[in-house]
Structures are given as C-alpha cells and as structure tokens.
C-alpha cells in the first residue's frame, strides 16, 4: 500500500517469513472468522498449527522452544494476523506471558512452561484485571496467602483473554495487602489446579471470536515455586516493564487494521455505484481516502518505529504508551470513515468492515486505557 517503501528492519529472512505467515493466515484465519465468532473462541488446530510453523514466540531462545531470532518476527506475526481481521487467535497473549517468563522467570520455570507455550500446546493468559479494579492495578484484591509453604489464592478476575482455552494463567495477587505496588507478586496457576473456576465466556461486542472471561480462585493453592522469579513483591515493578510489549503490540496491530480497512473501502469504492458512476468518482469519496491513506501511512511508519526499537531492545514505556494511544485512535477514526463510504452494507456484519468497527473500540480500552497511556507519556515529559 505504501508505494516503494520498505521499513528499516525488514530484511530478506524476515520477508521470507512474512510469505510464510500470510500462507497460514489464509488458509487458517480468513476461513474461520465467522465460525470463530459464532463460537466465541478459536480453534485448537489454529494454535497447534501456528506453533508448528513457529508463529508463536519465535524470538525466544532455542532451548525453549523458540527460534532465537529478534522480536521483529513476533511484529510481523502481529501485523498479518491483524490484517486478516479474524481477532479471535490470541496468541499475543502467549506473547506477552511467554516473555514475564522468559525475563523474570526461575530456570525451572521457563522449562516448564516456554516449549509448550511456543508450540500451541499450553495456551496462556494473564490476569490483572479484577471486578471492582483495573487502570488501578495496586487496588487489585485478589489475595495470595503464604500457608505451609504453598500459595493459597483467593479473589477474582475478569476480562480475561484466552480465559475459555488458557491451559496456565500468570495471575496479579497481593503477597502483602499491607502494602500498595510492593504487595503485588505474579503467579503462574496451572488451570487443572483445584480451586480455579473459569466463568463463561464473555458477550461483547465486537471481537466475538476472543474467549474473554471471568476467573475465580476459591483456595486454589499452588507450590511456592510458581511465584514468578522467586521472589515476592516484584510483580508491579515486572509489569511495568513487560507492559510496554503489550502495548508495542496493539499498536502494531491497530496499523495493520487500519491498512485493511483502507484497501477494502478503495476496492469498494471503485466498484460500487451511485448516480451513475463509481463512488471514488465522488470527490468527497477522494478526500475522504486521500486524508485515510495519510493517516494510514503515519500509522504505519510509527509503527515501525516501535518495531525498530522493540527489535534492537530499545523500546521504552513512553514510546510504547504514545504508539498504544494514538495508534489505536486513529485505527478507530480510520475505521469510522471506511465504514461510511460501505453506506448500509457497512453495517452489516457479513462485511469485513462492520467487523472491524466493532473490533476497534476495545483497542482504546484494554493493555490500559489511553487516557492511561496519556497520563504515563505526560508524567515522563
Ligand atoms: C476484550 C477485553 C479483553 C481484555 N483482556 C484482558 C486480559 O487479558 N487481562 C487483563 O488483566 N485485563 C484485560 N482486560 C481489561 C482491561 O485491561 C481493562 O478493562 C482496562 O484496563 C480498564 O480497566 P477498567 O475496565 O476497570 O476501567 P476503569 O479503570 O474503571 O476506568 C474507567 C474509565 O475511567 C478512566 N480512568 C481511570 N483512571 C483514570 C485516571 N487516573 N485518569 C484519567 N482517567 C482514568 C479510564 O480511562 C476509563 O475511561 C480486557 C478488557 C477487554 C474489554
């Protein structure tokens, strides 16, 4: 779409594999958007297949299962995904839980959990959120009680992605409720643990196709060593860290939304007809896309700052939160306008398009609101 350019960190090897995920996207994700929609989660075979083609976590190192290369693999994995508009494989989640335990975690824990998490076999979740908190993670009230050398987990969560599927979930609990940020520790809880209960799957509205949920721990009582790290009283401080990858990566998918909205509504538009003549024929129809096409292209070259840096390890919070933000906004007012040049097909949900509306809004809500992100640029300035 963007005539002659290619983005600094693209290479040979990685436009090779780029090929590669498109051939999984087509023959996995384009066929099943509906299907995954209807119900409300994806399919198991998309998961495994995704991590026999090494889609998931490639930039781990070998030993756990990854293929050691640079986080500009996991970028493009996002990016095609995202650009099919089947929201529904959350395998960023893998993504994101892959790299809390690859960064902070005890050698035994990684063995435990990295293979399967890069082969589709252990699908993860992470579960900050709760009922009564959520841009407040310090208020969190889920409990994790030291007894007899075990973790005795009481409390709920809620908006849990990958919460119908997840086989593990790294689960944000108070080791000390006495206290705020150094309270908090992260704790990995395998789902066959006793005392976990998934809720349904949640009824939104858009990204059907995601098992979000609630999460109940009534005593779920896990080893000692499920601790992340090891040590107690870490937990905000590892999320504070590995919360800008989250963030890298709905920036990344929102460019990669806002780049299929705009080619579906170009194609529409030359072939649609009103008053006798194509609708791109319309001057306003023009204007309207030449003023998507620019957002487009500053959408995509922020992100491939962010990939950039997410890449060669500089990417830092503030950068992250500015992409999150402005990234997801325009993704939102992009779709918008590509919806109404659909007219009423725009709002059917048989298109692509009406979709993609209804998937959009939550880009600005979850990985932290963006009046979050505003707040965390404004206090770096
Ligand atoms: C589909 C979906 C998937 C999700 N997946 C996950 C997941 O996998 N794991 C997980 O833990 N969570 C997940 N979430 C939860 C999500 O991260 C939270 O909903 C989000 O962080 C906001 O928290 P909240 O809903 O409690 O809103 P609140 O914190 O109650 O915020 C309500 C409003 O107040 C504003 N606000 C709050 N504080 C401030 C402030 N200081 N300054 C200015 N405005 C403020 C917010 O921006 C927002 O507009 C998901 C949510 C959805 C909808």
């Known amino acids: 779409m963007l005539d002659n350019y290619t983005p600094s960190w693209m290479d040979e090897d990685l436009a090779q594999f780029r090929e590669a995920v498109r051939r999984y996207t087509k023959d996995y994700l384009e066929p099943t958007d509906v299907e995954w929609r209807e119900n409300k989660q994806a399919s198991r075979e998309a998961w495994l297949k995704a991590g026999e083609l090494g889609l998931i976590l490639p930039d781990l190192p070998e030993e756990y299962g990854g293929a050691g290369v640079s986080a500009a693999y996991a970028a493009v994995v996002i990016h095609e995904v995202a650009y099919t508009g089947n929201t529904g494989l959350g395998i960023g989640m893998n993504h994101i839980v892959g790299h809390y335990i690859a960064r902070f975690g005890t050698e035994e824990q990684k063995k435990r959990w990295l293979p399967g998490m890069a082969s589709g076999e252990i699908i993860a979740a992470v579960a900050m959120t709760e009922p009564g908190t959520g841009s407040d993670l310090q208020g969190v009230r889920t409990k994790a009680d030291k007894v007899d050398g075990k973790y005795v987990i009481n409390g709920s969560k809620i908006f849990i992605s990958n919460g119908q599927?997840?086989?593990?979930?790294?689960?944000?609990?108070?080791?000390?409720?006495?206290?705020?940020?150094?309270?908090?520790?992260?704790?990995?809880?395998?789902c066959n643990t006793p005392g976990f209960r998934r809720g349904k799957a949640l009824d939104k509205i858009g990204l059907e196709g995601q098992d979000t949920s609630e999460m109940f721990f009534d005593d779920c009582t896990v080893p000692a060593d499920c601790l992340l790290g090891g040590k107690e009283g870490m937990g905000f401080y590892q999320l504070t860290e590995q919360l800008a990858y989250e963030r890298a990566q709905i920036a990344i998918w929102a460019a990669a939304a806002q780049q299929r909205a705009f080619e579906l509504t170009v194609e529409?538009?030359?072939?649609?007809?009103?008053?006798?003549?194509?609708?791109?024929?319309?001057?306003?129809?023009?204007?309207?896309?030449?003023?998507?096409?620019?957002?487009?292209?500053?959408?995509?070259?922020?992100?491939?700052?962010?990939?950039?840096?997410?890449?060669?390890?500089?990417?830092?919070?503030?950068?992250?939160?500015?992409?999150?933000?402005?990234?997801t906004d325009r993704q939102c007012e992009v779709v918008d306008k590509c919806?109404?040049?659909?007219?009423?097909?725009?709002?059917?949900?048989?298109?692509?398009?009406?979709?993609?509306?209804?998937?959009?809004?939550?880009?600005?809500?979850?990985?932290?609101?963006?009046?979050?992100?505003?707040?965390?640029?404004?206090?770096?300035?």
């Open 165 to 190: 599927m997840c086989d593990m979930v790294l689960v944000v609990a108070k080791t000390d409720a006495t206290q705020g940020a150094k309270g908090i520790s992260l704790i990995i809880v395998d």
């Open 268 to 327: 529409y538009a030359k072939e649609r007809k009103a008053f006798g003549k194509a609708l791109i024929e319309f001057q306003n129809t023009r204007f309207v896309l030449a003023e998507v096409k620019a957002t487009v292209t500053a959408s995509r070259t922020f992100a491939d700052l962010i990939i950039q840096k997410w890449a060669d390890g500089t990417l830092d919070a503030s950068t992250a939160s500015m992409g999150k933000f402005w990234l």
């Open 339 to 381: 919806l109404q040049l659909f007219g009423g097909y725009g709002y059917m949900r048989e298109y692509p398009i009406a979709r993609m509306y209804a998937d959009a809004r939550v880009q600005r809500i979850y990985g932290g609101t963006n009046e979050i992100q505003r707040e965390l640029v404004g206090r770096l300035l």
